[in-house]
């Protein structure tokens, strides 16, 4: 029997490296991101991999839940060993003091981090509630989710909002006779553009651009791939969704 697996981000970055470490015969693997990945679509076709791309904007995350939830609903639920979902899509812009911040970039970031995860939860937490195949929900969070810093507040926010929405769904789950379990899980510091992007902030209006400048020095940023890896095995644990606010590096 296949795995399905549904992942957001998936062309650059540690989601590129997840969808290419998700590529198995046994696969079938939907990737949803602004871009497709020819490389990835190559690596799928080498291992066997049933592959979709879907381009599409998480800041307009409606149409993008509804289609997952129509895409959904036409598969044989009994055809899978396991479905998941892996909201890993996020953006940091704008970083600054919030009175600073254009409100066109404050709307996106709070629909591509924090709406379009929920908006997706539901669409698959509803087109699969009938399936008897184990079904895990992986939302990417953040140690900024449970540490405030300043000229970070959207991105704080929407991942403390990420952290406490998977509590609630974790809830509403366990009143399910077949329940979804679901972890927001911190990744640790990786050398992704989200890293860059921090580095290359204003010191003025975000004081701890120099500790992220220290991590890239210092070599203390796991790789993409080495991410990855780590996600993927704690999502493979026997007691994935025994605790629903984790990070990988207390695992």
């Known amino acids: 029997m296949q795995h399905l697996t549904i992942l957001t981000g998936a062309s650059r970055g ?73 909201n890993n899509a996020g953006v940091v812009d704008p970083i600054g003091p919030l009175d600073a911040a254009d409100p066109q970039a404050m709307a996106r970031l709070l629909r591509v981090d924090l709406e379009a995860p929920m908006q997706l939860c539901a669409a698959f937490l509803a087109a699969t509630r009938s399936w008897v195949a184990p079904r895990k929900i992986l939302n990417i969070s953040s140690g900024l989710g449970r540490r405030a810093m300043a000229g970070s507040a959207l991105y704080c926010a929407a991942k403390a909002g990420m952290d406490h929405f998977s509590r609630c769904v974790a809830l509403d789950e366990a009143r399910q006779a077949q329940p979804v379990r679901i972890v927001s899980l911190a990744p640790g510091v990786i050398d992704t553009d989200m890293q860059a992007e921090l580095r290359a902030g204003d010191p003025a209006g975000f004081p701890d651009r120099d500790n992220f ?22 999502l493979a644990r026997e007691d994935f969704g025994s605790t629903v606010i984790a990070d990988v590096r207390d695992a």
């Open 14 to 86: 540690m989601g590129l490296a997840l969808a290419e470490q998700l590529c198995a015969p046994d696969a079938v693997l939907l990737c949803i991101s602004r871009q497709t990945s020819d490389p990835l679509a190559v690596r799928a076709g080498a291992k066997g991999t049933a592959l979709t791309q879907w381009q599409a904007d998480l800041a307009d995350p409606v149409p993008v839940a509804e289609r997952l939830r129509s895409w959904l609903a036409g598969l044989d639920g009994a055809a899978f060993a396991s479905a998941t979902l892996i």
């Open 213 to 234: 400048v220290r991590l890239k020095q210092t070599q203390a940023l796991a790789s993409p791939a080495q991410a990855a890896g780590k996600l993927l095995a704690f």
